[in-house]
């Protein structure tokens, strides 16, 4: 029997408003959207933690003019996880907001896909626009744990844990992965960012920073397919309906900070 | 008319004691062939190009090896500020090629898209292929990457008038030779492809590889450059090449720094 996992999503910050001229390739700069939100995950089971990317650096996030509302780290503590003794990262694509707390799990071994590593390091950013969403410093520490033996490449397709599988989706990142990860009630794929809002899949509206746009669309179809066309079972990345959508399960503030994304709808 | 330039090996370090049983598969312990290491510089009129960086002088003496001269005090001896010094050319990015990047900053940096992908890759879960690198080396190359100062290479191509660059894979996965035209004819700068004169005319198996096959096949290749004449090969290593050429500088005790490896050998060479 194949065990089931709970998947939490930590909403740390948010944005209170963006042009669709910087969401989506050819939107319009009349077109208000909502803004995007800022998600970490945690994956748990009975014995074991999971984190999946560790969102964005606090500094960063406010430099941009973002709303922080609390920090990813508090969230895990708050469901009981310590990231000092977290065992096990995932970093679904290395941009800025997903891989901003390395240091803050010294226990840890981190997952990544290597065609991502590639990217960050090689000829993709010599192109300034390619650049754009990735940090240096980051990227740096990404090597300096390949070095400590603590990154483990992933490749293509494969199984992570029992109950927990992933898919190679690239487009949005070189190395951009997606979790299919058994829950109570069935299989939910956690897109992280191959699609950041439904919208995306829906519409067919293509993100407007991607490394390859055929790619990327082609995975808002697989993804679809992969859920048998239930958006219900389709987590997208930073969509701010998702607050609205599933059961909150800590609020900070007046914020909804902690999400049951495996949760009964 | 195809520009010629001047090609300077300096001899920054050396092993006095390297024994074949620690170089090459199948060798005897009781053989001691040294090993000096080189850095090396193409000067055509008041252009300039470095050719790899030496290894850091403060992890030198840790693994055993003797550091002669600073890089800048090498390049200082033939009037080449490095600190001026715009391009330099990185054949691989083992510890004693990448030492000395900041010795550079005004540099743009060149180097085989295949060796940044094996360093910092899964290549580096292996311990024993990740043993010839330096963690914050390659860091330092990745963030060079994100300051706009390194260009990435893609198998054989021109890099100048006169310099062409060739992969030859297998000691590591983007270890590059140089073929540069010279007054004497053209001259292969091998760096690692070939460590020892002896080691290609032998086919010997250097111990440290990324891939051992395309190794030797690349020693075949660059024979293949030099079509029989030994003159025409610059190996990465070998005390002959520091006795071999005439030399423009020397170390107080008379010891060889600068040789000018593009002019014609003093001395013959043993095989």
Redesign the interface.
């Given at each position: 029997m194949t065990k089931t996992w709970k998947i939490y999503g930590i909403r740390y910050a948010t944005q209170n408003g963006r042009l669709a001229s910087h969401t989506f390739l050819w939107g319009s700069a009349e077109e208000e959207l909502a803004g995007l939100d800022y998600y970490s995950w945690v994956l748990v089971s009975d014995d074991r933690a999971i984190v999946v990317d560790t969102g964005g650096a606090e500094r960063k996030i406010k430099g941009l003019g973002r709303q922080w509302i609390a920090s990813p780290l508090d969230g895990l503590k708050e469901l009981g996880v310590d990231p000092s003794n977290v065992e096990d990262v995932i970093v679904s694509h290395a941009h800025w907001d997903h891989v901003g707390e390395l240091a803050a799990f010294p226990k840890a071994r981190f997952y990544m896909n290597?065609l991502e590593?590639?990217s960050i390091?090689?000829?993709d950013?010599?192109f300034?626009v390619m650049?754009e969403a990735?940090?240096?410093e980051e990227?740096?520490q990404l090597?300096?744990l390949?070095?400590?033996?603590r990154?483990?490449?992933l490749?293509g397709d494969g199984q992570f844990a029992d109950g927990i599988d992933y898919t190679l989706i690239g487009g949005h990142s070189a190395g951009q992965i997606a979790l299919t990860v058994q829950t109570d009630r069935g299989p939910v794929v956690l897109a992280t960012d191959a699609i950041h809002l439904w919208e995306e899949v829906e519409k067919e509206r293509a993100f407007l920073i991607f490394h390859d746009l055929r790619q990327m669309l082609k995975g808002y179809r697989k993804m679809n397919q992969m859920v048998a066309g239930d958006l219900t079972r389709l987590l997208p990345g930073h969509d701010p309906l998702i607050k609205d959508r599933y059961p909150i399960v800590k609020k900070h503030g007046d914020e909804p900070f902690i999400l049951d994304l495996g949760g009964v709808i | 008319m195809t520009k010629n330039w001047e090609v300077y090996a300096f001899r920054y370090a050396a092993m006095p004691e390297r024994y074949e049983a620690e170089l090459f598969i199948g060798g005897r312990p009781d053989a001691n062939w040294g090993m000096d290491y080189f850095f090396w510089m193409l000067r055509s009129g008041t252009e300039v190009i470095v050719v790899d960086t030496g290894a850091n002088a403060a992890k030198m003496p840790a693994k055993g090896r003797t550091p002669l001269i600073s890089i800048e005090d090498a390049l200082a001896g033939v009037g080449v500020k490095a600190e001026d010094v715009s391009q330099v050319f990185l054949t691989h990015a083992h510890w004693d090629h990448i030492g000395n990047l900041d010795s550079f900053p005004k540099a743009h940096f060149w180097i085989q898209?295949a060796e940044?992908?094996s360093i910092?890759?899964?290549d580096?879960?292996f311990?024993k292929i990740?043993g010839a690198?330096q963690?914050d080396e390659?860091?330092r190359?990745?963030?060079l990457?994100?300051?706009?100062r390194?260009?990435?290479l893609d198998g054989d191509g021109c890099f100048a008038d006169g310099v062409d660059y060739l992969l030859m894979p297998g000691h590591s996965a983007g270890q590059t030779a140089l073929r540069i035209s010279t007054t004497s004819g053209q001259l292969l700068l091998a760096s690692d492809a070939v460590h020892y004169y002896r080691e290609a005319a032998e086919e010997l198996c250097f111990l440290a590889f990324n891939d051992a096959k395309a190794m030797l096949s690349s020693l075949r290749r660059c024979k293949a450059e030099i079509a029989g004449d030994w003159d025409r090969m610059i190996p990465g290593h070998d005390p002959q090449v520091t006795w071999r050429y005439p030399a423009e500088t020397h170390l107080s005790n008379g010891d060889p720094v600068a040789l000018r490896v593009d002019l014609a050998p003093i001395k013959g060479l043993e095989l």
């Open positions: 290597d590593m590639e390091t090689g000829e950013m010599t300034a650049r990735y940090h240096a990227a740096q090597v300096g390949a070095y400590e033996d990154l483990t490449f490749r | 898209q940044m992908a910092t890759g899964p580096m879960t311990a990740r690198y963690a390659v860091q190359l990745v963030g990457v994100y300051e706009d390194i260009t990435f």
